[in-house]
């Protein structure tokens, strides 16, 4: 199968309506956001970024969109610290161990990682 380079308008357009699709899973759901513009930056950008550049942009990315929906979150109550602090502390440290590793795993095995997360995740939800 040939594939065809996206021209700069569609890889434009791909990139701001896989962003606000993101955003909107974000901030509605608190996840699954990520996983949309991790594939939209695939798809846009195809053999001109490696999958690790590409995990690192969407991180990048979540964070403005998770401080937004954070904040408006909390103005309406919905944000226990109870809760907030029992894992916060361990994400940080999964996130910095994570950030690390990133450039010490192949891109073959985080393909795999991510896929397995991905289904793991949808199967879960669908069971539950």
Do not use: Q
């Amino acid at each position: 199968m040939i594939k065809k380079k996206l021209g700069s308008n569609a890889k434009f357009t791909l990139l701001a309506l896989g962003g606000l699709a993101g955003g909107l899973a974000n901030g509605l759901l608190g996840a699954g956001g990520g996983i949309i513009m991790t594939f939209v930056l695939e798809k846009a950008m195809e053999d001109e970024i490696e999958r690790r550049d590409i995990f690192a942009n969407v991180i990048a990315a979540t964070l403005p969109i998770s401080l937004l929906s954070t904040a408006i979150y909390a103005g309406k109550g919905n944000i226990s610290t109870e809760r907030f602090s029992s894992f916060v502390i361990p994400a940080i440290a999964g996130g910095l161990v994570g950030a690390f590793l990133l450039s010490r795993i192949s891109t073959v095995w985080l393909k795999r990682i991510f896929a397995l997360l991905v289904i793991w995740s949808g199967i879960y939800m669908v069971m539950r």
